[in-house]
């Protein structure tokens, strides 16, 4: 992709964080980000310590549907989202809600000091907890790689 479409989508999607922000869009309450964030702390981990099946346990039906096992699923993430499938660190940054869907952007710092911005998307399940629907990844403007 290039670089200019790259810096497009990064600011269109940082441009929808502020208007959605000035919008008066409801934040989640402060039990409901824990559980986000809690969800997405443990998917990283388990990317880290190569628990693949808690990987893939915490992603939301339609994505297990698509992808159809945890094989399938980790070779995506290893070849599309080295970033997340190895980080060095991350760090939690803004939550928003808009209609049933969660944005947590998650700031990452890959093994080569690379950083990253990361925004996933989850939604509550039936049952109550939170499954990740997607993430969309760009470069952090102005980061040393």
Same mark, same amino acid.
Request: hydrophobic content about 40%; proline content about 2%.
């Given at each position: 992709?290039?670089?200019?479409?790259?810096?497009?989508?990064?600011?269109?999607?940082?441009?929808?964080?502020?208007?959605?922000?000035?919008?008066?869009?409801?934040?989640? #309450?402060?039990?409901?980000?824990? *559980?986000?964030?809690? /969800?997405? @702390?443990?998917?990283? %981990?388990?990317? !880290?310590?190569?628990?693949? #099946?808690?990987?893939?346990?915490? *992603?939301?039906?339609? /994505?297990? @549907?698509?992808?159809? %096992?945890?094989? !399938?699923?980790?070779?995506?993430?290893?070849?599309?989202y080295q970033a997340i499938y190895?980080?060095?660190?991350?760090?939690?940054?803004?939550?928003?809600?808009?209609?049933?869907?969660?944005?947590?952007?998650?700031?990452?710092?890959?093994?080569?000091?690379k950083q990253w911005q990361a925004?996933?998307?989850?939604?509550?399940?039936?049952?109550?907890?939170?499954k990740i629907t997607g993430v969309?990844?760009?470069?952090?403007?102005?980061?040393?790689?």
């Amino acid at each position: 992709m290039p670089y200019k479409v790259k810096l497009f989508t990064a600011t269109l999607i940082l441009s929808l964080f502020v208007l959605f922000t000035h919008a008066n869009a409801q934040t989640q #309450e402060s039990k409901d980000k824990i *559980a986000i964030q809690n /969800v997405i @702390e443990d998917q990283l %981990n388990a990317f !880290k310590s190569k628990d693949h #099946e808690r990987a893939f346990s915490h *992603a939301a039906p339609l /994505v297990k @549907e698509i992808f159809k %096992n945890t094989d !399938k699923f980790i070779s995506m993430v290893q070849n599309g989202y080295q970033a997340i499938y190895n980080s060095h660190s991350y760090s939690f940054s803004r939550n928003l809600e808009l209609g049933d869907v969660v944005y947590q952007e998650v700031l990452i710092t890959d093994q080569n000091g690379k950083q990253w911005q990361a925004v996933y998307t989850l939604r509550q399940q039936d049952d109550g907890s939170w499954k990740i629907t997607g993430v969309k990844m760009e470069p952090t403007q102005g980061a040393a790689t």
